[in-house]
């Protein structure tokens, strides 16, 4: 296994269309969390699964985003309508339920709203 | 979660150690201390966490203050490689069928001087 992967690493859009991401988990990691990361700041939560079950929401998170993870493998995030502040890099993190609960990080997708 | 305060910047000359304080004199007593770093263009990863007792693995040294306010990364030997923002993190003592994300700061951005 390689890692977390994340597809696309980069994506332009204009503002007003929908874009999604996928994500990749480390196969047998249980947990996928989604962090946004806007520029000069530390990532920010912003949802998490355990298994397929999306089992927290950070305020962040607005109408406009949802995420899924059917199978309990790999994720999606939509963002519909998308507005210039929605530029930022998103990235996917997973980890298996143990005590220390590392989380594995993927590279990110840049995105850039014109 | 508690916060966690570390200095913006720090610079290093290569092949020297170096020793990345942070502040958290808010911790409680259930909270453990971890490390990600950040390389540029990359997604976080993770280095190294402890609760009490120092700590040593193959990348670093995570000493911790008796008193648990303050704890400090040390690289032994810094590369160019180990140019990066590292963000020291507090993470709660994980219950079963719970999970918390990471709450990142700003970290410190470490430049390796040649």
């Known amino acids: 296994d390689t890692g977390v992967s994340q597809n696309p690493r980069h994506k332009i859009t204009k503002r007003g269309q929908n874009v999604t991401f996928r994500c990749d988990p480390i196969s047998e990691h249980n947990r996928l969390y989604w962090y946004r990361q806007t520029l000069g700041q530390g990532p920010e939560f912003l949802t998490y699964f355990q298994n397929e079950a999306q089992l927290e929401k950070s305020r962040l998170l607005s109408d406009r985003f949802s995420a899924e993870r059917p199978k309990g493998s790999f994720s999606t995030l939509e963002i519909q309508r998308t507005e210039q502040g929605d530029s930022a890099m998103y990235l996917c993190?997973?980890?298996?339920?143990?005590?220390?609960?590392?989380?594995?990080f993927g590279p990110g997708t840049r995105l850039l709203v014109l | 979660d508690a916060k966690t305060t570390q200095p913006n910047s720090m610079e290093s000359n290569e092949e020297e150690p170096v020793h990345l304080p942070c502040n958290h004199s808010?911790?409680?007593?259930?909270?453990?201390i971890h490390w990600y770093r950040q390389l540029p263009s990359q997604g976080p990863e993770y280095v190294i966490h402890g609760l009490t007792s120092n700590v040593n693995n193959r990348m670093a040294s995570l000493a911790i203050a008796e008193d648990r306010k303050s704890s400090t990364l040390i690289l032994h030997r810094a590369t160019l490689r180990d140019a990066a923002v590292y963000y020291c993190i507090l993470r709660a003592l994980i219950s079963s069928g719970s999970a918390r994300q990471l709450t990142f700061g700003s970290g410190t951005q470490l430049t390796v001087l040649p």
């Open positions: 808010t911790i409680s007593g259930t909270d453990y």
């Open positions: 993190a997973s980890s298996f339920t143990s005590g220390g609960e590392t989380q594995y």
